[in-house]
T-cell receptor
Framework: DGGITQSPKYLFRKEGQNVTLSCEQN?????MYWYRQDPGQGLRLIYY???????QKGDIAEGYSVSREKKESFPLTVTSAQKNPTAFYLC??????????????????FGNGTRLTVT | EDKVVQSPLSLVVHEGDTVTLNCSYE??????LLWYKQEKKAPTFLFML????IEKKSGRLSSILDKKELSSILNITATQTGDSAIYLC????????????????FGKGTHLIIQP
């Protein structure tokens, strides 16, 4: 079955350490996304990638970094510069949305998330 | 900046009741409105609405878009405990760069609790 796999489900780290969250998809989707979800805040976009070797900042990219070396994989690194890293992180993918007015709508497919706790 | 506001933020009802969840938006270039259900982990897609006045239905769930009022409602009839979840609304503005490749802006969600 095709889907998105995030690992690990739970992650605990001490303050000051970088940590990398994994996201793998076998849906053959071009676009991948990282969202952060805090209680009462909804989903906020961290980074997204429309194609291999290219990615763009979302609304809250500070303190995070990503790479897109393969179509299937879009790992997120939470760096020590992120001031409030404890959150639930969701990875998502979609078919290539196209450009501008010719974008093709495609619902996002989400992974099961990683809950990161930094103490 | 695009905005999506959902109401209520939380709702507790009894099994069998009917609920209506609201989503209002302010976007520059509206393309679509999407509803997702998030039970514990991954949000799952419910509906995509692009045309005003056309109801989309799936079992006990239905949704409709009102472009004049810049809003959408999600109705759940004869609620069951399995309907307990966070319901997320998102609006697509393809020219809104802050929302990623699809220009998606999410609301804060409505946390629905169905009591037996």
């Amino acid at each position: 079955d095709g889907g998105i796999t995030q690992s690990p489900k739970y992650l605990f780290r001490k303050e000051g350490q970088n940590v990398t969250l994994s996201c793998e998809q076998n849906l053959n989707h071009d676009a991948m996304y990282w969202y952060r979800q805090d209680p009462g805040q909804g989903l906020r976009l961290i980074y997204y990638s429309q194609i291999v070797n290219d990615f763009q900042k979302g609304d809250i990219a500070e303190g995070y970094s990503v790479s897109r070396e393969k179509k299937e994989s879009f790992p997120l690194t939470v760096t020590s510069a992120q001031k409030n890293p404890t959150a639930f992180y969701l990875c998502a993918s979609s078919k290539s949305p196209g450009q501008g007015a010719y974008r093709v709508n495609s619902p996002l497919h989400f992974g099961n998330g990683t809950r990161l706790t930094v103490t | 900046e695009d905005k999506v506001v959902q109401s209520p933020l939380s709702l507790v009802v009894h099994e069998g009741d009917t609920v209506t969840l609201n989503c209002s938006y302010e976007v520059t270039n509206f393309r679509s409105l999407l509803w997702y259900k998030q039970e514990k982990k991954a949000p799952t897609f419910l509906f995509m609405l692009t045309s005003s006045g056309i109801e989309k239905k799936s079992g006990r769930l239905s949704s409709i878009l009102d472009k004049k009022e810049l809003s959408s409602i999600l109705n759940i009839t004869a609620t069951q405990t399995g309907d307990s979840a966070i319901y997320l609304c998102a609006v697509e503005d393809p020219y809104y760069s802050g929302g990623g490749a699809d220009g998606l802006t999410f609301g804060k969600g409505t946390h629905l609790i169905i009591q037996p």
